[in-house]
């Protein structure tokens, strides 16, 4: 083993993916998506223009996966994550707030 595998960094990656998968799954997020996207391994074969399109993900549907990996990677904090993202923690609260009342929402929105 060398120096960069050893000591209490590497003890700490079982919290760091577990968290990961917990901020992930809380906020509906694919799981294996995230992780295949994490290392790498998310890219599409070319297709078909048409199909194609239908692989884009919504502007809303990004921005959520994106605060979640930044979440994910600054292992819940949400100062840290907000600070890496570049806005005001009270604006990872106020998304949360919602993604949460998405979820909540009865399907069909009544």
Do not use: C, F, W
């Not at 997020?29 to 070319?46: E, F, K, M």
């Not at 930044?70 to 890496?84: P, Q, S, T, Y």
């Amino acid at each position: 083993m060398t120096a960069a595998t050893k000591g209490p960094a590497n003890s700490a990656l079982p919290a760091v993916r577990a968290s990961l998968i917990a901020t992930a799954e809380a906020l509906g997020i694919n799981v294996d998506l995230l992780i295949a996207d994490a290392i790498g391994a998310a890219s599409l074969p070319p297709a078909a223009p048409s199909a194609e399109l239908s692989t884009v993900l919504s502007l809303e549907e990004m921005e959520r996966q994106h605060i979640a990996r930044a979440l994910a990677l600054a292992g819940g904090n949400k100062a840290l994550a907000a600070k890496a993202l570049g806005i005001d923690r009270r604006t990872i609260y106020r998304k949360l707030a919602v993604y949460k009342a998405m979820r909540a929402a009865p399907v069909g929105g009544a």
